[in-house]
């Protein structure tokens, strides 16, 4: 699955595309929208982007979980010989159980209130008035998508997620 965005100047602009996008088989739930005036959007359907397409914090509950995890099993092992009489698989396992959730649940709290950098590239546009819209296609259909929109409103922004920045977790907002 590819997450495009399109910044598009004008809510009449976004209808079409999001008609567009119908006709050509992508659900509702592919797409979320964003910007200053998005309820009439929202009245044709459209759903509102959250804090999963529009924060880091799906990404932070990752990292969280890792650090956490990590961080939970040295624990552990610190602990097996500092309470000498316990069993080092249930102490460990344990403290990284709790390690994950500690990790996962302040990382989370963290990444709410990051805001997904591609998101945040188009921060200004939203602000005088352009509608981002973010939508996910399968990778086989990215072009067909991408040429389309291209093809029949020049005026669009469109933007993805790209290699080099999925390997380095940011941009995703999912």
Request: aromatic share 6%.
């Amino acid at each position: 699955m590819q997450r495009l965005y399109f910044l598009i100047p004008d809510k009449e602009t976004t209808s079409t595309i999001v008609s567009e996008l119908n006709e050509m088989g992508l659900t509702k739930d592919d797409m979320h929208v964003m910007g200053k005036d998005w309820r009439p959007l929202e009245k044709e359907g459209v759903p509102t982007a959250t804090l999963i397409q529009t924060t880091d914090v799906v990404n932070a509950s990752k990292r969280g979980a890792i650090v956490g995890a990590a961080l939970g099993l040295v624990l552990g092992v610190i602990s097996h010989f500092i309470l000498i009489d316990t069993n080092i698989v249930w102490i460990t396992l344990g403290m990284m159980a709790f390690g994950t959730l500690a990790g996962v649940w302040t990382s989370t709290m963290v990444g709410v209130s990051v805001r997904d950098i591609k998101v945040s590239k188009f921060d200004n546009a939203l602000k005088r008035g352009a509608t981002l819209l973010i939508i996910d296609v399968p990778d086989e259909r990215e072009d067909t998508f991408r040429t389309a929109i291209k093809r029949h409103h020049p005026e669009v922004v469109i933007d993805k997620v790209g290699t080099l920045e999925r390997k380095k977790n940011v941009g995703e907002g999912h």
